[in-house]
């Protein structure tokens, strides 16, 4: 079955960067588009960035743009997420599902980010 383990959230300061991994199986991992959502406190989960299938295109929220970079692996089957210039607002939890229609109901169980001093 679809299983996505998500790792590598933390703490970090206002500024600085971290990378998240999502780790799948179960499926064709290289035919799907893939995305990372994120929920913080007392807000419904939003869509953060997706990268198509073969790596092309990417489009992020606007929210994100020019400091966050989606990536993927066919041969290892992950998707990352390499956050820069993090602020106090991008602190949430961090999921990765399929995109678009393909967006499964079940959700992993996330990666804490958490951003401050």
């Known amino acids: 079955q679809v299983q996505l383990v998500e790792s590598g959230g933390g703490l970090v300061q206002p500024g600085g960067s971290l990378r998240l991994s999502c780790a799948a199986s179960?499926?064709?991992?290289?035919?799907?588009?893939m995305a990372w959502f994120r929920q913080a406190p007392g807000n419904e989960r939003e869509w953060v960035a997706s990268?198509?299938?073969?790596?092309?295109?990417?489009t992020y929220a606007e929210s994100v743009k020019g400091r966050f970079t989606i990536s993927r692996d066919d041969v290892k089957k992950t998707v990352s997420l390499q956050m820069n210039s993090l602020k106090s607002e991008d602190t949430a939890v961090y999921y990765c599902?399929?995109?678009?229609?393909?967006?499964?109901?079940?959700w992993g169980q996330g990666t804490q980010v958490t951003v401050s001093s």
């Open positions: 599902n399929l995109a678009g229609r393909y967006k499964r109901d079940q």
């Open positions: 179960g499926f064709h991992f290289s035919l799907y588009p």
């Open positions: 990268i198509n299938s073969g790596g092309r295109p990417t």
